[in-house]
């Protein structure tokens, strides 16, 4: 009587866990710093130290009973406000207490906002390329992620195709700047057209669509730019976020969503979130945790070191002749395979030990992902792999 | 158009959430002190000294990236070997790594065991009186918890009751013992026999019935007395168990379930479990705190507080006549209210400053629960508030 919906999951394992697990093997078999593995995307940088103290502070002096007793199911209050705070400071947007819910990480923030704004059925649009998990999270919810086809010019939005994808069935739209795999930043010029398309379109026919914002790289910025905040230029908004990858805490679980207080019913939103959670038993993140985050809620690891690798592969790629958009932000670089087939490129490059993501679950074909969350000292080393690997499978 | 089910769920606050709501506020009246608040079950005790040693040893001394790093989606394998170790030694199960999923706390067990082994409309069975958030737990995942009537002799299985409701489409049996709320532990007896009904019936219905053993109080046992483990008297077990109450941690959320190794398919319901979790976007309790309760694995807090309650308690009870049936842990006591209806029983208590959880919404009638997980100092003077209640509204 095993649920048949979730055995037939046990087939589909994902192609980056795949090649993580090979590039882990491998490594046994020759030493890890041999394998140039660019297959996940887990931070390589150590967590703020002011997190460290202030969690190992809160454990030396504060009530064992308060720090890890229970948080109320939508987060514990001073660090809702604390993130509030934060968001209305750094955003310019009138967050309050009551619109911050606390999430285990930006997956779990995805998918209660997800769960909350759509009934079975219901189409969230999302735009490639994209985080292939957006699979999970969003259609074990009963709704249908439906995936606009890329701008491969530079991975800003498809807006034709958005248009024509938009219909009376969408409930959501779905993004996610800085992009995982692109490492492209959506242009004010962009979030704008966004935000216009769908304030039409919501009047055309009559029911809110809301945009759900995935912002874990918010803070992973290149080149000195800006990030445009989603939710400062659209109501419908849930801004949703994890300190994954901005503290270096990606085990931990620790995230949110922020409901914009203009958006529809704002003020019910987070008590619905804290519904949702009862129904999948899962109440709220680690108290201590929570209250470790509030301690250091404007501070991030040091993270110049992706943009010490994001130049040093840009460039060489570039060096050798590989079509590629400069990422804006995040570890991740999404250059064109040198054939069509980029499973078969990415095959190519493995028996160089390179450990390259091919794009099609990305849901653009023939690139590949580069997650250049390593020690730069290991980049500079697999360049002169790559280049190796290039001239001899490509004569470049 | 947000999501009309979980907006209706708003109505449906929790009694015990409101009672414990009430009984802060009147504490801001008339100092905290002098409410008697028995209303949530929330424990009082600090964790064991040696969690906070190990987690700020741990915090101190180790590599950032390496605590706060993902866990596998399934948990920390070494953090699960030492479950399996621990509880194969206590209760000679012979549990393996791969049979441990890492939860969010027995809540996140329970609905994953759930959605796991059964499927849209099934049937999952329970006994009154129960903890009444098995209601959102099982019904959001499409399956129906069916109650079957209390045995208010004992608290321990009205089997006649359960004989004539189970059927083809039960799927999964669901106990609670140690009980919440009556405190109840079911004998070696009540358990031989639920095995044997069930074995009978899955032969008989040509399918599975899953026994899902919620045990959060399975370390809070008075009188010297042991409590059975149900995984070591029945194949088809799904242990769901939580650090909440035995190392004081409600707020880590940190739990787990171990798949019986004789059930059916074990080795594969962990991998199962893992995928369930990527549909709800909750991916694994936090990898420090997996790290930390593995360091304390068989220890527990100091208990001895919820006893020396229990006896205070059940002494004076039966000293005013009440009918109680001894608890042999938890810390519930469930007493037979002085008139029919249980809610007017606590609405009178109330009125001296005496928070009382009436039992309607445990599934029986007529009975109320305090959870004595509070000062001892604070439960000897309720008893004399509880004396002069009894007293001048029933004249006893």
Redesign the interface.
């Known amino acids: 009587?095993?649920?048949?919906?979730?055995?037939a999951?046990?087939g589909g394992k994902s192609v980056i866990r795949e090649l993580s697990e090979y590039a882990t093997a491998r490594g046994k078999e020759i030493g890890y710093e041999n394998v140039f593995d660019y297959s996940l995307g887990?931070?390589?940088?150590?967590?703020h130290p002011d997190f460290?103290k202030a969690?190992?502070k809160m454990?030396?002096e504060k009530?064992?009973?308060a720090?890890?007793?229970?948080?109320p199911s939508l987060g514990i209050t001073s660090v809702r406000h604390t993130v509030a705070e934060s968001l209305k400071k750094r955003f310019g947007v009138d967050y309050k207490t009551e619109h911050i819910f606390m999430?285990?990480?930006a997956?779990?923030?995805?998918?209660?906002a997800v769960?909350?704004?759509?009934?079975p059925g219901?189409e969230v649009l999302t735009f490639a390329p994209y985080f292939p998990?957006y699979n999970?999270?969003i259609?074990?919810t009963g709704a249908i992620l439906k995936l606009v086809p890329a701008n491969t010019e530079n991975f800003q939005i498809n807006f034709d195709a958005f248009e024509e994808m938009l219909n009376e069935n969408t409930?959501a739209v779905l993004i996610n700047s800085p992009n995982n795999p692109s490492g492209i930043v959506y242009s004010e010029e962009t979030i704008k057209k966004l935000a216009d398309i769908l304030t039409r379109r919501q009047k055309e026919y009559g029911?809110?669509?809301?945009l759900i914002s995935d912002e874990p790289y918010r803070e992973i910025l290149f080149d000195g730019i800006t990030c445009p905040y989603p939710g400062a230029y659209y109501d419908n908004s849930l801004s949703c976020y994890s300190f994954s990858k901005s503290l270096?805490?990606?085990?931990?679980?620790?995230g949110y969503v922020a409901v914009n207080p203009k958006c529809?019913?704002a003020e019910?939103?987070s008590?619905?979130f804290g519904?949702?959670s009862?129904?999948?038993?899962?109440?709220?993140?680690?108290?201590?945790?929570q209250l470790a985050v509030a301690e250091v809620i404007d501070k991030t690891s040091d993270l110049s070191v992706y943009e010490r690798n994001m130049n040093l592969i840009y460039d060489k790629l570039k060096e050798l002749g590989f079509e590629v958009v400069r990422p804006g932000g995040t570890f991740y670089i999404f250059p064109k395979a040198l054939e069509e087939d980029a499973n078969a490129f990415c095959m190519k490059a493995k028996k160089y030990d390179l450990i390259l993501v091919p794009s099609d679950n990305f849901g653009v074909k023939g690139y590949f992902r580069m997650a250049y969350c390593i020690d730069t000292e290991k980049v500079v080393r697999s360049l002169d792999v790559l280049e190796k690997f290039v001239k001899e499978e490509y004569g470049k």
Chains 1, 2 share one sequence.
């Not at 009587?1 to 055995?7: A, G, H, S």
């Not at 887990?42 to 967590?47: A, E």
């Open positions: 009587m095993i649920n048949e919906t979730y055995k999951m046990l887990n931070p390589s940088v150590p967590c460290t969690l190992i454990l030396e009530d064992p009973v720090i890890h007793g229970y948080s999430t285990s990480g997956a779990g923030a995805i998918a209660h769960r909350c704004v759509t009934k219901d998990e999970e999270y259609n074990k409930a029911h809110d669509i809301f270096s805490l990606p085990g931990e679980r620790i529809r019913d019910i939103l008590v619905i519904q949702i009862r129904g999948i038993g899962h109440n709220c993140p680690p108290s201590s945790i």
